[in-house]
């Protein structure tokens, strides 16, 4: 079966990225059409806009996005480009899987980390609504809504049960925002209570973070509002090796973006040093989510066993190889 996908190289490491993660699914045996749409500083600048008419339209049609960095330009008054895309796709679930990679040294090599951290993607302070009261004076509005909170709640605990995890974890500050915090923890736990086979708990915030570098074996879902839910997914990300080696996904109940998370690295972009991990990891989920498990299984496997064998790595996790040769030695895993 054919799959047809939009692709977003994005821009500086992002279409080295992209051509890597091309030739490793091509690999994989899926059939995969690319629909291409080019999205960078430079088109946002030249067009005035964070999200151009084309690359909407391009993942309406296919339902399926595969996205590089994107740049969003600094100082131009331009919306970042990754919250447009959410908000005007609705991907209210950004899922983010933090696992323990072999090769990949941090300090918690004697532990292997395996939690998905589910952050609610469309409103709380990223709504963006934001006030000047009196000069020098500003508001900035935290909204938080039942509509969302439960939706996210249920896609975390949909995912733990069919994943067949343990525990959810919501993550807050109910004790001091006690009417918006409050209420995403209301809709936690009435959705909890129609997964009485999960354990269910609640973290605030602060001493979350705290425990997630002292003791992160402890973690499996993670349930948390935008806010706080970027900032500990890039926490978490750093415990397994950073934001290079980490997969993201953006899902609502029409559209699924998947994206590596990192930055576009201008510096290193044209100089073969550019690490696919995290786009390889992001399109490991889109191929599950195509359901197609057998590629997304082989890929997995056939990337744990490059960087188990430690030859064909990107300097940025130790090795001396390029990002042709790191992805010629998955291409040759894939094909055996």
């Given at each position: 079966?054919?799959?047809?996908?939009?692709l977003?190289?994005?821009?500086?490491?992002?279409?080295?990225?992209?051509?890597?993660?091309?030739?490793?699914?091509?690999?994989?045996?899926?059939?995969?059409?690319?629909?291409r749409v080019?999205?960078?500083?430079?088109?946002?600048?030249?067009?005035?806009?964070?999200?151009?008419?084309?690359?909407?339209?391009?993942?309406e049609k296919?339902?399926?996005?595969?996205?590089?960095?994107?740049?969003?330009?600094?100082?131009?008054?331009?919306?970042?480009?990754?919250?447009?895309?959410?908000?005007?796709?609705?991907?209210?679930?950004?899922?983010?899987?933090?696992?323990?990679?072999?090769?990949?040294?941090?300090?918690f090599?004697?532990?292997?980390?395996?939690?998905?951290?589910?952050?609610?993607?469309?409103?709380?302070?990223?709504?963006?609504?934001?006030h000047?009261?009196v000069?020098?004076?500003?508001?900035?509005?935290?909204v938080?809504?039942?509509?969302?909170?439960?939706?996210?709640?249920?896609?975390?605990?949909r995912?733990?049960s069919?994943?067949?995890?343990?525990?959810?974890?919501?993550?807050?500050?109910?004790?001091?925002?006690?009417?918006?915090?409050?209420?995403?923890?209301?809709?936690?736990?009435?959705?909890?209570?129609d997964?009485p086979?999960?354990?269910?708990?609640?973290?605030?915030?602060?001493?979350?973070s705290?425990?997630?570098?002292?003791?992160?074996?402890?973690?499996?879902?993670?349930?948390?509002?935008?806010?706080?839910?970027?900032?500990?997914?890039?926490?978490?990300?750093?415990?397994v090796?950073?934001?290079?080696?980490v997969?993201?996904?953006?899902?609502?109940?029409?559209?699924?973006?998947?994206?590596?998370?990192?930055?576009?690295?201008?510096?290193?972009?044209?100089?073969?040093?550019?690490?696919?991990?995290a786009?390889?990891r992001?399109?490991?989920?889109?191929?599950?989510?195509?359901?197609?498990?057998?590629a997304?299984?082989?890929?997995q496997?056939?990337?744990?066993?490059?960087?188990?064998?430690?030859?064909?790595?990107?300097?940025?996790?130790?090795?001396?190889?390029?990002?042709?040769q790191?992805?010629?030695?998955?291409?040759?895993?894939?094909?055996?």
């Open positions: 079966m054919a799959h047809l996908v939009t977003i190289p994005g821009d500086g490491i992002g279409p080295e990225v992209a051509l890597a993660a091309e030739k490793v699914l091509a690999a994989t045996g899926v059939d995969i059409q690319w629909e080019e999205l960078s500083a430079d088109r946002i600048r030249a067009t005035g806009e964070s999200l151009p008419a084309d690359v909407v339209a391009s993942i296919t339902k399926v996005g595969l996205k590089g960095p994107v740049t969003t330009p600094i100082a131009g008054g331009f919306q970042s480009v990754n919250v447009a895309l959410r908000k005007k796709l609705d991907l209210y679930a950004n899922i983010r899987p933090i696992k323990s990679m072999p090769g990949i040294h941090t300090r090599d004697d532990v292997a980390l395996d939690m998905v951290i589910f952050r609610e993607n469309t409103e709380d302070l990223y709504s963006g609504l934001e000047e009261i000069t020098d004076v500003i508001t900035s509005i935290k938080i809504t039942r509509t969302a909170s439960t939706r996210i709640a249920r896609a975390a605990f995912f733990g069919r994943h067949l995890r343990k525990k959810v974890t919501a993550i807050h500050k109910a004790n001091i925002m006690k009417l918006a915090d409050g209420l995403f923890l209301r809709c936690c736990r009435e959705v909890a209570a997964y086979h999960l354990v269910y708990n609640e973290l605030i915030v602060d001493n979350a705290m425990q997630l570098v002292t003791r992160p074996e402890q973690f499996d879902i993670l349930l948390l509002p935008n806010l706080y839910g970027d900032i500990v997914s890039d926490l978490a990300a750093g415990l090796g950073g934001l290079g080696v997969p993201g996904a953006n899902i609502g109940d029409n559209y699924a973006v998947f994206e590596s998370v990192h930055g576009s690295a201008p510096d290193i972009a044209g100089k073969g040093l550019a690490n696919p991990t786009l390889l992001s399109s490991i989920m889109m191929l599950e989510h195509l359901k197609e498990m057998d997304a299984k082989r890929l496997q056939a990337l744990e066993t490059v960087y188990r064998e430690g030859d064909n790595l990107t300097s940025d996790v130790g090795g001396t190889a390029t990002t042709d790191f992805t010629a030695a998955l291409v040759r895993q894939l094909k055996g």
